[in-house]
């Protein structure tokens, strides 16, 4: 069992991060191989929308992409961690997720190799986990349509200063119980 976490918040060591490392760390520790990627960290170039990939499987810009659709394609499970930027995933976050289009043929069918399951993880200054659902709700049914196995998402919401994720222990153990059962 992999499980790969994938991180989009341009903090070092924040609220986002913490959560996803809870939740690796969790993984780990019930026999799980981990993986983490910092998006901020790494060299990912913007979609040229040239959609050469939906023919050929492969992106034709060469950058630490190719490094994650390799991980994408070894691991059991993905986390996509991202704090809620203007009701949205950050930035980086979404270069990511417009880079996945190698993984769909012209026809909508997937080049993913067997069923990944997807877990979803954000962070949010507002204090109403609510407040975002719908947009939530879209990112799942993209993922969905897009043939990932889409496990559900957590909110950490309140989470504005770099560490207030430590004070909330309700949310930490949440993750590390989520850890456990991604490899279950």
């Known amino acids: 069992m992999?499980?790969?976490?994938?991180?989009?918040?341009?903090?070092?060591?924040?609220?986002?991060e913490k959560l996803v490392k809870t939740i690796l760390e969790s993984a780990s520790e019930n026999g799980a191989q981990t993986a983490f990627y910092k998006l901020t960290e790494m060299n990912i170039s913007l979609c040229l929308g040239c959609f050469d990939c939906r023919e050929t499987g492969a992106c034709v810009t060469n950058d630490d992409m190719q490094l994650l659709h390799g991980e994408i394609?070894?691991?059991d499970a993905i986390i996509i961690g991202s704090p809620v930027y203007m009701w949205q995933v950050s930035g980086q976050t979404k270069i990511f997720m417009?880079?996945?289009v190698p993984f769909i043929k012209?026809?909508?069918?997937?080049?993913?190799?067997?069923?990944?399951?997807?877990?979803?993880?954000?962070?949010?200054?507002?204090?109403?986990?609510?407040?975002f659902k719908r947009y939530f709700d879209y990112l799942e049914n993209l993922f969905s349509f897009l043939h990932y196995d889409v496990k559900g998402t957590?909110?950490?919401?309140?989470?504005?200063d770099k560490n207030d994720l430590l004070q909330q222990r309700d949310?930490?153990?949440?993750?590390?119980?989520?850890?456990?059962?991604?490899v279950i």
Do not use: C, H, W, Y
């Open 2 to 16: 992999k499980i790969l976490g994938v991180e989009g918040s341009p903090r070092n060591n924040g609220n986002t």
């Open 73 to 75: 394609q070894a691991s």
């Open 98 to 100: 417009d880079r996945l």
């Open 106 to 131: 012209p026809d909508f069918t997937t080049r993913l190799k067997g069923k990944k399951r997807l877990l979803m993880v954000f962070t949010q200054g507002n204090p109403d986990e609510n407040v």
């Open 154 to 160: 957590i909110v950490a919401a309140g989470t504005r």
């Open 171 to 182: 949310m930490l153990e949440k993750a590390k119980e989520i850890g456990k059962k991604l």
